[in-house]
């Protein structure tokens, strides 16, 4: 199907003019800054509906143009891609053919941080993968994706508990946790992290890919839950905020065991005091 | 969860009738986000609203994940719905097309409430009667 782009300048009622839109068939309407944009399919007479703006609008300036053909509904997997971590591959599924599926950490992009396509989810996961051994409790905070769960639970972790405070990554979560079959160690927990943190503890490792001002706050409690040779791993740290997380860390008694940058991106992996 | 946003799109879209083709998939295709999911997550948010137009804003992240929040829709959306209305008056002050009770001002007002910046359903009241004036709408005592 083919389409011609609508698009209305100067609209001084939009309402009128949106309300005009959709009784004509149109599917949706962006409002791009002060513009409103929408398409119509070529089988409909996109001149009449023109006349039916300005009949609303006198004001309105419309300007009409061929729509790309583009099928969208495919063509955003475009932009997307695999990523080499260490040893593991994180990849969307339909990136994954020939990839060994016990070191490839499959995360369908939706409406749950950690796609993989972010420097602070790899350089976490860098240090991850330095610290990590089989056995080790873990939890991952500010879980998103579950990606870093994940990822801890196939380099041998178990249990994992992957603790998310947004209800909107939740479902995203459970589906990349299915899809990579550890549902069995991996335990998703919807709620705050300061409050679910002590409930699984205590772990031997904690793995934190929140912001900084988060992860200051939660210092404290990441002690509390771990073992004494446990290890926390904080990422989320902007570049100028290093020396603010590193002089909290020396103060609380903590320990630097390994660094990690990359981009504007610092992450650190620290022991317990 | 280090999220940095890369982009914000505003759309209406019919509830529980989101789709890939355009205008979907054109504003938020470029954004690179999977615009599959959003549909799913959309329809599935609002198809108890079926028939009406609902503003959403979608906010995209550095890593292509998104969020979106889902906005009450048009006061002269929701003062047609009530009426059974096809459209507004073209001349609001010398051609009525239809009137509101009080009550049913209330009921507008308190589906409106989340998104007006009113502190009491009176006064979002108030904006709503006003809308219904500036569309030849008479609001009854």
């Not at chain 1, 070529?42 to 509906?49: E, K, N, P, Q, T």
């Not at chain 1, 993989?116 to 993968?129: I, N, P, V």
């Not at chain 2, 959403?56 to 998104?66: A, G, P, Q």
């Amino acid at each position: 199907m083919t389409w011609t782009s609508l698009r209305i300048a100067g609209s001084s009622h939009r309402d009128a003019v949106i309300a005009v839109l959709f009784a004509a068939g149109a599917q949706g309407v962006h409002e791009d800054g002060a513009t409103l944009v929408t398409h119509f399919p070529d089988s409909l007479d996109v001149g009449a509906i023109v006349g039916m703006v300005q009949a609303a609008d006198p004001s309105a300036q419309c300007v009409t143009a061929p729509t790309s053909p583009i099928d969208w509904s495919v063509a955003w997997r475009e932009r997307m891609r695999a990523y080499e971590v260490g040893s593991l591959t994180v990849a969307p599924p339909w990136l994954t053919d020939g990839c060994d599926a016990s070191r490839t950490v499959v995360i369908d992009p939706g409406m749950a941080f950690g796609t993989g396509d972010h420097a602070s989810t790899r350089g976490a996961l860098r240090l991850l993968q330095q610290r990590m051994r089989p056995g080790l409790a873990v939890a991952d905070l500010g879980a998103g994706s579950g990606v870093l769960a994940i990822a801890a639970a196939k380099l041998g972790g178990s249990p994992v508990f992957a603790i998310e405070a947004d209800p909107d990554a939740m479902g995203n979560a459970t589906a990349n946790v299915e899809r990579n079959a550890v549902g069995d160690v991996v335990h998703l927990l919807e709620g705050e992290a300061k409050a679910l943190l002590p409930l699984v503890a205590p772990v031997d490792l904690i793995v934190a890919n929140i912001v900084s001002s988060v992860l200051l706050e939660l210092l404290a409690t990441f002690a509390r839950a771990l073992q004494p040779s446990g290890i926390a791993i904080l990422a989320g740290i902007l570049n100028d905020e290093r020396e603010t997380i590193l002089d909290a860390v020396a103060a609380d008694g903590w320990r630097v065991l390994a660094t990690d940058d990359e981009e504007e991106w610092w992450s650190v992996a620290i022991a317990r005091p | 969860m280090a999220k940095k946003v890369t982009g914000f799109v505003k759309l209406q879209i019919p509830a529980g009738r989101a789709n890939p083709a355009p205008p979907v998939g054109t504003a938020l295709g470029p954004q690179g986000i999977n615009i599959m999911a959003f549909c799913k997550e959309f329809n599935s948010r609002t198809q108890s609203q079926d028939g009406l137009i609902l503003p959403v804003e979608v906010t995209i992240f550095s890593d292509k994940s998104f969020t979106f929040i889902l906005k009450t829709p048009p006061a002269a959306i929701l003062i047609k719905k009530e009426l059974g209305l096809e459209k507004g008056s073209g001349q609001p002050n010398r051609v009525k097309v239809g009137s509101l009770t009080k009550a049913q001002v209330r009921k507008i007002a308190e589906v409106k409430m989340p998104d007006l910046n009113c502190d009491s359903i009176e006064s979002a009241m108030t904006m709503v009667a006003g809308a219904a004036r500036s569309m030849g709408v008479e609001v009854k005592e």
